[in-house]
């Protein structure tokens, strides 16, 4: 087992963390990466070279996901076959629930999340983050995870080719591992941790504004598709309904337009499809939900303006009625794809640290 920890300008408590988990697991193998801390840093790292760690260096900061990236890429390459465990370096992962993390996945978990209670004296904007991204990760997904931005996590070893793909550089990257995660039809196991925030969460290099947009920005960027493909939907609407009157043959037509220009901003922007995948299997799956929704569109539609309301708002309403389960059939059935399952560790992997 290897336990990998990303580290920008740590202080004592990565010390603190070697020095325990040398104690309590000196079974598992050490892996620190520097993401740039600078030459003021370099004790810090050099105390936990001296304690056995193997300690890795970007030159410049890049962030926690690419940090992340350096040690699966190290680990694939020098100790193939070894599960790894993540946590974070500031002290809020205990050694026993790093080890509870890790016996999950020897157990024969993929992927395992220490997920927090958030009780006891919890910062602010840790708490609000927290239920925000829970609660958006869910609407995205149909998906409960407790805590979608822990730090302690495992994985097997057979998924860091898949890790190494998903898209992400910062701190949005182990959102973006969850939604991939969730797509693939990847289970996510989650085990109950400590919640520990020293000094009210001080050493945190997380900017509130700029690593929330980015972390949100999977979802965002699904909406703003969404608007775009309704205000085309909705402008080609009234000009055929104009044209030629009634109201199955221009929703037909609007549909069409809308519906094509979504799906080709879709698969490349919102879901990360890469473009060397066959595009067909896709497209028929989302010509499927098109037709649905299509269908649920114009019985609101007739429903609606039989009733009594203007075109205009009542394709508005519709709209928003529809929008979330869009983006849920989307996710889990268009353009998901699944990981290959666990594969078994290969026999006397090599060491690190």
């Given at each position: 087992m290897i336990v990998l920890i990303p580290a920008y300008e740590p202080d004592a408590r990565l010390v603190a963390l070697v020095d325990a988990l040398r104690a309590t697991a000196p079974e598992a193998h050490l892996l620190v990466v520097d993401d740039g801390s600078g030459s003021a840093f370099a004790p810090v790292f050099d105390a936990v070279r001296q304690?056995?760690?193997?300690?890795?260096?970007?030159?410049?900061n890049r962030g926690k996901g690419a940090a992340l990236k350096t040690g699966f890429r190290f680990v694939a390459e020098h100790a193939p076959g070894e599960d790894v465990v993540c946590a974070d370096s500031d002290g809020q992962h205990s050694p026993d629930d790093v080890r509870r993390v890790a016996a999950r996945v020897r157990d024969g978990a993929d992927l395992v999340l220490g997920v927090r209670g958030f009780t006891g004296t919890v910062p602010l904007r840790s708490?609000?983050?927290?239920?925000?991204?829970?609660?958006?990760?869910?609407?995205?997904?149909?998906?409960?995870?407790?805590?979608?931005?822990t730090g302690l996590r495992g994985y097997a070893a057979g998924l860091l080719p898949w890790l190494l793909s998903v898209p992400g550089e910062r701190f949005e990257y182990e959102v973006s591992t969850l939604l991939q995660a969730v797509r693939r039809g990847l289970p996510i196991d989650q085990v109950g941790i400590a919640t520990i925030y020293l000094e009210g969460n001080a050493s945190s290099h997380f900017r509130p504004v700029l690593d929330s947009a980015r972390i949100y920005a999977p979802l965002l960027t699904f909406l703003l598709s969404s608007f775009a493909a309704f205000v085309l939907d909705t402008a080609a609407l009234l000009v055929l309904h104009g044209l030629l009157g009634g109201l199955l043959l221009p929703l037909v037509g609007a549909r069409l337009l809308s519906s094509t220009v979504n799906f080709a901003v879709n698969r490349r922007l919102v879901f990360a499809a890469p473009a060397t995948r066959r595009v067909g299997a896709a497209a028929l799956r989302y010509a499927s939900l098109a037709v649905g929704l299509l269908a649920a569109n114009y019985l609101l539609l007739a429903a609606l303006t039989g009733l009594g309301l203007g075109l205009l708002p009542a394709k508005l309403l519709t709209e928003v009625l529809l929008v979330t389960a869009s983006y849920l059939v989307q996710s889990r059935a268009v353009y998901a794809r699944r990981v290959r399952p666990r594969q078994p560790a290969e026999p006397e992997p090599a060491r690190v640290g």
């Open positions: 304690r056995g760690c193997a300690v890795l260096t970007h030159p410049v708490r609000v983050g927290n239920a925000l991204t829970r609660t958006l990760f869910r609407l995205a997904t149909g998906r409960d995870v407790r805590d979608t931005q």
